[in-house]
């Protein structure tokens, strides 16, 4: 089973940037897409972004394309988002997950293993 942290969240005013990471416990996940999806209070979890095994291939979801920028390191096993420009509405739970297959997937029903989420809240 992988195991994964989520570290980087914290309350920054609108226009600001923050830079999340993802750590997994086994370098077997670095064979996977890695996805980071948000929760905000009320709403459902959306996907944010995507990335496939080797970084090739990246996906994002409209409203951040531009401003978030999704990488990974797979030698340390990390998987960072890093989010320039952001807004009130970008206030939510981040988190990331490891995708049952290689390729980068927005489909939640894709990935198996979840973190536990870190607060981010966008002051305006």
């Known amino acids: 089973q992988v195991q994964l942290a989520e570290s980087g969240g914290g309350l920054v005013q609108a226009g600001n940037s923050l830079r999340l990471s993802c750590a997994a416990s086994?370098?077997?996940?670095?064979?996977?897409?890695v996805g980071w999806f948000r929760q905000a209070p009320g709403k459902e979890r959306e996907f944010v972004a995507s990335i496939s095994w080797n970084g090739g291939t990246t996906n994002y979801l409209d409203s951040v394309k531009g401003r978030f920028t999704i990488s990974r390191d797979r030698v340390k096993n990390t998987v960072d988002l890093q989010m320039n420009n952001l807004q009130p509405e970008d206030t939510a739970v981040y988190y990331c997950?490891?995708?049952?297959?290689?390729?980068?997937?927005?489909?939640?029903?894709?990935?198996?293993?979840w973190g536990q989420g870190t607060q981010v809240t966008v002051s305006s």
């Open positions: 086994k370098r077997t996940s670095s064979n996977n897409g």
């Open positions: 997950a490891v995708s049952r297959q290689a390729a980068a997937t927005a489909a939640p029903n894709m990935y198996q293993y």
